[in-house]
């Protein structure tokens, strides 16, 4: 598939969507939650056949689920399946990998403005609770990563950033220099990469990230819809969470078996180490409702069918995401009312178009009555396009916007 292919009126890919009838509605909610292809569909309608057919056995259908969808992030982040685990959501896996620092020895960390509001609310929670968290000011984002860097030290015990952030998809760069500092300083590093991922290609090693922690999902770009969170670590990690489920012990092999710990259990002074298990059990939660990596192994399979890797999409999302600035532009809105940013150009733009005004709330819902959907994060008024959407359909979005602003 070439990219002028998703361009056309009807998008070539609209056919494939017909259940959120993408072709008919200009959803401009590509950054939050993209409609999902009919053949989603088809993951609820095996994940329904193996439970009714197997009963309790149908939990080796359903890890081998889960293992494609380890294999589809993998590729994203061109990595081994091997690195990821899974949960329902990133609050989930930040919380686990939380719990497994040494926040008695180094109780600080050092993290951003900027943080979607998993990281922000918890960390502003534990912050009630005693924990010293070091906010750095996001602007200028292209020194970000130097300022996050000079914050790192002996009582740092972890640094937690955006790959891109979620008020004005600006790129980060130069986190790798971020990964050098926490390396000297035998500090992990987690990065958020949920709105990098499937629209901005993300390499662990061309990034310099094979030390760090990714977050993610695929309610957004990737178009799996709920439940589909996952943490990329280290291969090497020793990190014990100490929120952790019965799963992580999944693997473990405990020399002399069960018994043989229970008959020695009198001649051992004080508690056993909670084993782990290898791998991304490591991280892992409890019985989980498995449905959700049915819908996304069926997802992943049709992006490749289909073509769609990184590449393909982010020159879409480029040119989408240009068109919106260009007619924007042409508006000559007020400033006062409405404004983009400027000093962010495309190039280091991910998926959406961020436009600041005091009417952010008002024009959502103004443009709703137009058929156009949208959102906002307080002030900024936040456009995102997919790949399923035609080029009239986002010219016809920059017209309802106009009017809109000339009904304020």
């Known amino acids: ?36 292809p009919d053949r989603a569909l088809e993951g609820y309608r095996l994940a329904w ?20 969808v380890r294999r589809g992030y993998a590729e994203l982040l061109v990595d081994d399946p091997g690195n990821f685990a899974l ?21 600080r960390v050092v993290t951003t403005t900027g943080e979607f509001h998993t990281i922000r609310r918890q960390l502003g929670r534990l912050e009630e609770e005693g924990l010293e968290v070091v906010r750095v000011p996001t602007e200028p984002t292209d020194a970000l990563t130097e300022r996050l860097a000079d914050q790192v030290d002996d009582r740092t015990a972890a640094v937690l950033v955006s790959s891109v952030l979620f008020e004005n998809a600006a790129i980060v760069p130069g986190l790798n220099r971020v990964a050098a500092a926490c390396h000297r300083s035998g500090v992990p590093l987690l990065v958020d990469g949920y709105h990098h991922l499937n629209v901005v290609p993300f390499s662990v090693r061309e990034m310099g990230l094979e030390d760090a922690y990714v977050v993610g999902g695929g309610y957004k770009y990737c178009q799996l819809g709920e439940g589909n969170a996952f943490l990329r670590f280290p291969p090497d990690t020793s990190l014990r969470p100490v929120v952790t489920g019965w799963f992580a012990e999944f693997g473990v092999v405990v020399e002399g078996g069960a018994a043989a710990e229970g008959e020695r259990g009198a001649e051992v002074a004080g508690p056993k180490p909670v084993p782990y298990g290898e791998g991304p059990v490591r991280f892992a939660g409890a019985t989980y409702d498995p449905v959700s990596h049915y819908r996304a192994a069926e997802v992943f399979d049709f992006f490749q069918k289909e073509g769609l890797d990184p590449g393909l999409l982010r020159k879409v999302s480029q040119h989408q995401v240009g ?17 983009r940013d400027g000093s962010i150009s495309l190039s280091g733009t991910a998926g959406f178009l961020a436009l600041r005004s005091p009417y952010a709330g008002r024009l959502v819902e103004l443009l709703r009555e137009a058929g156009v959907h949208s959102d906002h994060r307080g002030e900024i008024l936040r456009l995102g396009p997919a790949p399923y959407l035609s080029d009239r359909q986002l010219e016809s979005a ?9 009904r304020l």
């Open 398 to 406: 920059i017209t309802a916007l106009d009017e809109a602003l000339s």
């Open 1 to 36: 598939m070439r990219p002028e292919e998703l361009t056309r009126s009807p998008n070539l890919l609209a056919e494939h969507y017909t259940h959120f009838r993408v072709s008919e509605r200009m959803l401009l909610t590509g950054h939050s939650h993209q409609a999902w």
């Open 323 to 339: 068109l919106l600035v260009r007619r924007f532009d042409e508006l000559d809105a007020d400033p006062n009312v409405v404004a």
């Open 49 to 68: 056949r193996d439970a009714a057919a197997m009963a309790d056995r149908k939990w080796g259908p359903a890890f081998e689920k889960a293992e494609r």
């Open 87 to 107: 949960a329902q959501n990133t609050h989930e896996l930040l919380v686990r990998f939380l719990s497994a620092l040494p926040l008695q020895r180094r109780p």
